[in-house]
C-alpha cells in the first residue's frame, strides 16, 4: 500500500495525537479528516486547558496549531434553536433543558457545544444544568439569557437561579457579546436591606458553579443579578477570565464573584461595579489568584466574613494583584466574626490603586452583620502573614489604616511596604488605627500605626 505525502503527514499527526493526549489537556479528535478545512476559533485556541501550572513545551509549539484544527473535527454543535427556543419573551426553559440533555449525553465527538445564538433574548426560568457529561462540552453564549421577574418562578429553590454541577472539563464562552442578566430589580425592591419593614429572605445566586472541575468561564457579561452575581463552590482548578459584571452601586447584596470552599482558582482582566464585594473570599477557599481587577461603585474586595455563628473557618494563598478601587465603600478587607475559629492566613495584596475609598485597608475581627449586636467573643478567626505591598491612592474617610484585631490572638506578622494612601480632597492627613497587631513595615508607609503592640 503507499502512501501520499498527506496521507504520512496525517499519519504522523495521527501517531502525534496518541502520544501526547496525556501532556495535553485541551480536545483532540480521533476521526481527523484531511478534507475538513482548519478552523482556528481564537477563543478556543486562547482559553484550552489548564496548562497555566505548566507551560508548554517549546519544542511542541508548532504541532498545537494543527492539533486544535484536527480536534475541530470531531466538535459536536447543539444549537438551543434547534430545540425551540423562541427568544420572543415566552418562557424558553424546556428548550435550554432538553439542548443541555442532548449535549450533554452526546458521546460522538470529543467536545461538544451548546450554542446560544447571538442578537437573541432568551428567557429563563430556575434551571440546573448537571453533569458528569460524556464529553467536554462548551457552553457558548454569543445572545443574552434573562432571568424570570416573577419570584413564584423561585418557589421551589429561591437561592439559584442558573446552577452548573458536576461538570468536569466544562466551558462557558461569551466571545465578548454573551450576557446573562439576572432581571434583579423586583428582589432587590423586596430585600430588607432596602426596606427595613420587610422580612430578610433569600435571593437567588444568578450563576453557580458547584461541584465543577477544570471550568473555564470567559468573555462574558454579568448584569442585575438577583442577589450575588457568580458563585463558584466546591470547585477546583478554574480559570475566570474577561468578566464584566455591572449592577446598581444600591442593589443590595450583587456581589460580583463569590468563591467558597474552592481551591486554585485563577481571575483575570475582571471589570466589577455592583452594590456588594467585588469579590469575595469565604470559607475552604485556597490558592486564589485574582488579578487585572477593576471595582467600583461596590464593597471592594473582601475575605470573609468568616467564623458567623462560631463556624470554623480556612482561607490560605490569596493572591490579589494590580487592582484597581474606584469609590468603594472598603479597598482590601478581612472581615471575622467574634466567636468563629479556624484561619485567614497567607494572604497578599500587591500593586492595588485606590481612589476615593471608604475604608482603603481593613481587618475587622469585630465584623457584625445582624440586626442585634454582636456579643464580645473570646475566640476568633486567626488573621496571620498578610502582605500589603506597592498599595496607593486617595481615601475618602481619615482612617485610611484600620486593623481591628481580636483581643486574645491579634493579627500576626502583617507587613506593610510602600503604601501611600492620601486624603480625597488634599485636605488633612489621614491616619492608621491600629489594635493588637503584630506589624512590620518597609519602604514608605503612610500613614503608619503610632503605637503598636
Ligand atoms: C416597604 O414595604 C412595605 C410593606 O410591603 C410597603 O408598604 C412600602 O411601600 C415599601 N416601601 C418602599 C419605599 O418601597
Ligand atoms: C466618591 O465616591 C462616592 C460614592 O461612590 C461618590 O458619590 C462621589 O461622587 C465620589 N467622589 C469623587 C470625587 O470621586
Redesign the pocket.
Known amino acids: 500500500m503507499q502512501y501520499s505525502s498527506s496521507q504520512i503527514h496525517f499519519l504522523s499527526l495521527f501517531l502525534l495525537l496518541i502520544i501526547v493526549p496525556s501532556y495535553f489537556s485541551f480536545p483532540l479528535g480521533h476521526n481527523h479528516n484531511p478534507e475538513e478545512p482548519p478552523v482556528l476559533d481564537h477563543h478556543q485556541k486562547t482559553y484550552t486547558g489548564h496548562n497555566f501550572l505548566r507551560p508548554y513545551p517549546t519544542i511542541l509549539r508548532t504541532s498545537r496549531r494543527e492539533l486544535i484544527t484536527a480536534s475541530a473535527s470531531s466538535k459536536v454543535v447543539f444549537n438551543v434553536h434547534d430545540f425551540g427556543a423562541q427568544a420572543n419573551g415566552g418562557d424558553d426553559t424546556k428548550a435550554f433543558r432538553n439542548a443541555w440533555k442532548k449535549a450533554c449525553s452526546n458521546s460522538e465527538g470529543k467536545t461538544v457545544e451548546l450554542v446560544v445564538p447571538k442578537n437573541r433574548n432568551y428567557h429563563i426560568k430556575p434551571i440546573t444544568f448537571s453533569g458528569p457529561c460524556k464529553s467536554q462540552v462548551t457552553f457558548k453564549i454569543y445572545g443574552t439569557i434573562k432571568a424570570s421577574p416573577f419570584l413564584l418562578d423561585y418557589e421551589r429553590d429561591s437561592s439559584h437561579w442558573i446552577m452548573f454541577e458536576n461538570l468536569q472539563n466544562f466551558k462557558v464562552e461569551g466571545a465578548g457579546t454573551g450576557i446573562i442578566n439576572g432581571n434583579g430589580r423586583k428582589w432587590w425592591e423586596n430585600s430588607c436591606k432596602v426596606n427595613e419593614s420587610l422580612p430578610c429572605t433569600s435571593a437567588p445566586t444568578a450563576v453557580t458553579f458547584y461541584q465543577c472541575n477544570n471550568l473555564d468561564v470567559a468573555n462574558l457579561r454579568f448584569q442585575n443579578a438577583q442577589r450575588m452575581h457568580l458563585t463558584f463552590q466546591k470547585c477546583a482548578l478554574v480559570k475566570v477570565l474577561n468578566l464584566i459584571i455591572t449592577a446598581p452601586?444600591n442593589s443590595p447584596n450583587t456581589d460580583g464573584i463569590h468563591v467558597t470552599e474552592t481551591q486554585d482558582i485563577r481571575i483575570n482582566s475582571c471589570r466589577i461595579r455592583t452594590g456588594d464585594d467585588c469579590i469575595s473570599i469565604v470559607s475552604g477557599s485556597r490558592n486564589v489568584q485574582a488579578s487585572d481587577i477593576t471595582c467600583g461603585?461596590g464593597h471592594g474586595i473582601s475575605i470573609g466574613s468568616l467564623g458567623a455563628e462560631n463556624s470554623e473557618a480556612q482561607v490560605s494563598d490569596v493572591v490579589v494583584s494590580r487592582a484597581n478601587l474606584i469609590?468603594t465603600t472598603n479597598g482590601l478587607r478581612i472581615k471575622t466574626w467574634q466567636g468563629g475559629s479556624g484561619y485567614a492566613k497567607n494572604i497578599r495584596f500587591e500593586n492595588v490603586l485606590m481612589?476615593?475609598v471608604t475604608n482603603p485597608i481593613i481587618i475587622d475581627q469585630h465584623y457584625c452583620d445582624q440586626e442585634k449586636p454582636c456579643q464580645d467573643q473570646a475566640s476568633a478567626v486567626k488573621v496571620s502573614g498578610v502582605v500589603y505591598q506597592n498599595v496607593k491612592g486617595t481615601s475618602?474617610s481619615k482612617v485610611a489604616v484600620n486593623f481591628d484585631c481580636s483581643e486574645r490572638f491579634g493579627c500576626q506578622e502583617i507587613l506593610v511596604q510602600d503604601v501611600n494612601i492620601v486624603p480625597?480632597n488634599d485636605e488633612g492627613i489621614t491616619t492608621a488605627s491600629c489594635q493588637n497587631v503584630g506589624l512590620r513595615d518597609r519602604g514608605i508607609v503612610s500613614p503608619k500605626c503610632s503605637s503598636q503592640k
Open positions: 452601586g461603585p469609590g481612589h476615593n475618602a480625597l
